[in-house]
């Protein structure tokens, strides 16, 4: 039987989601950058994926496994808007080169709380210093963000935050994607399973990755725990449609209904 080809990033917020899925026989994972992932997913060349939440949306032929996500409501911690002049004022956007749907969030904000359309620029800057030069603000996700929030004086705001004070809802930012043709209650059922068990062992994921990357054990499960919501509920359902409708106005991707596969099987 030839193995399902699933994408998965390694940062520290997806790993309860999938770390279980290493040895699950019949499944080959595929670590990379959201962005690449997506794209990968676009290409047919993977069967389903831990991705970004934008693509749902754009990939038409794709669904939602029912159950989890990475979201938040409230600080998430590790999406940020760096900036270095009053955020009325921002004329050009960073984008983070590894994201898509933190990078659409960041616009989504900037054009319905401030009212302004950046002009996009691309670019890296460091955790001492995010913003690249030439730009007034920048996009920075996943473990790059929580280190720099930790080592740079750059201000900067928390965006799940910023879209709970702007809708009173929680944000998803990513969800397991899967082709149609892959999906499978079975495939749905071990993802959930995958999850429950990820989800048991957070001190122990805490303390084997925190400290490479130089972070706090201790923090790294508070920030799993508290900051970051795995459970795909149907008001997590609702803050994603928000997003994607907000998206659509915005040119920044197609409209469509959002709903799991759950009604599949």
């Not at 026989?25 to 997506?38: F, M, N, Q, R």
């Not at 990513?174 to 989800?199: I, Q």
């Amino acid at each position: 039987m030839t193995a399902l080809r699933l994408g998965v990033v390694n940062y520290l917020n997806a790993l309860p989601l999938w770390e279980a899925l290493r040895n699950e026989p019949g499944i080959e994972l595929i670590p990379d950058v959201p962005s690449k992932l997506a794209a990968q997913l676009a290409e047919g060349t993977l069967d389903a994926g831990l991705l970004p939440a934008i693509e749902y949306f754009r990939a038409q032929d794709v669904v939602i496994a029912p159950g989890v996500c990475i979201g938040c409501f409230g600080p998430v911690k590790s999406v940020r808007l760096f900036h270095r002049v009053p955020v009325g004022k921002i004329l050009t956007l960073a984008s983070d080169p590894g994201s898509r749907t933190s990078n659409v969030l960041a616009q989504v904000l900037l054009a319905d709380h401030y009212n302004i359309r950046p002009q996009l620029t691309t670019g890296n800057g460091t955790v001492d210093n995010p913003i690249p030069i030439g730009a007034d603000a920048a996009v920075v996700i996943g473990d790059p963000a929580l280190i720099a929030l930790e080592r740079s004086t750059t201000p900067s705001i928390d965006m799940g935050e910023a879209w709970r004070e702007m809708t009173g809802l929680p944000f998803v930012f990513a969800a397991w994607l899967v082709r149609r043709g892959s999906a499978t209650a079975a495939l749905f059922a071990t993802l959930k399973k995958a999850a429950d068990k990820g989800l048991g062992r957070i001190d122990q994921s805490a303390q084997d990755y925190g400290p490479k990357l130089g972070l706090d054990a201790g923090n790294v499960a508070d920030y799993l725990r508290s900051n970051i919501r795995f459970t795909l509920g149907e008001r997590e359902l609702e803050g994603l449609a928000g997003f994607g409708r907000r998206a659509a106005r915005l040119g920044l991707a197609p409209e469509r209904r959002v709903e799991t596969a759950q009604g599949l099987f």
